[in-house]
């Protein structure tokens, strides 16, 4: 990449992952639970949300995660329905940013070239946020999903290898069979939502 798109990259890469957390923290203090908000992480701050790993990830490997929002089961009604809807949170708010940039990609791209660099990266970055943070290995929210679904026996057993997936996820990515896995969802959902912004422009 030029100078360039690593500029306009860096701010859509940054509000990405702050929309992200911030969808996870908010949702869990609607269901009840204010840990992340006292630990600030309802905060528009970049800094409180990156992951120096993970965004080093991003920028190298073009796949990464932020800093987990602390949320606590224990304040939902029901602990695994909560876990699922505040680990979709976060996924759901990259798709809708996604879909808002789809639109704006193609109303700049008829207006202004240098904006809609912008906004291509924004949908590239959330779009990548969301399918990524699908994979069910921890930390990934996909990975909570998946705890969430099964009986709780096997939930313990699942969390107690925990460790392990990181090292599994780590090379995943590293080698690129992440990369390969999702790769085609991550391009099939944002041609799908420059194609709406198609439709509705």
């Not at 599994?168 to 390969?180: A, D, H, K, P, Q």
Request: proline letters at 5%.
């Amino acid at each position: 990449m030029d100078f360039s798109v690593y500029l306009w990259s860096i701010p859509a890469l940054i509000i990405a992952i702050v929309g992200h957390e911030i969808g996870h923290g908010y949702v869990s203090y609607l269901l009840g639970d204010d840990t992340a908000k006292r630990d600030g992480r309802l905060s528009i701050n970049p800094l409180d949300h990156i992951d120096p790993v993970g965004l080093l990830f991003m920028i190298v490997f073009r796949f990464g995660w932020a800093k987990a929002v602390p949320i606590n089961p224990r304040y939902y009604k029901n602990r695994k329905r909560g876990t699922i809807i505040v680990s979709l949170a976060g996924v759901t708010v990259n798709f809708i940013f996604a879909l808002i940039a789809g639109i704006l990609l193609v109303w700049t791209s008829k207006h202004n070239f240098v904006i809609s660099e912008f906004f291509y990266q924004f949908l590239w970055y959330n779009t990548m946020l969301g399918v990524f943070n699908l994979v069910p290995l921890p930390p990934l929210d996909g990975s909570k999903v998946l705890a969430s679904l099964l009986p709780s026996d096997l939930e313990y057993k699942f969390y107690s290898y925990e460790k392990y997936f990181y090292w599994i996820l780590f090379i995943g990515v590293v080698s690129g069979f992440i990369s390969r896995i999702i790769g085609p969802a991550v391009y099939g959902l944002a041609n799908l939502f420059v194609r709406i912004g198609a439709f509705l422009v």
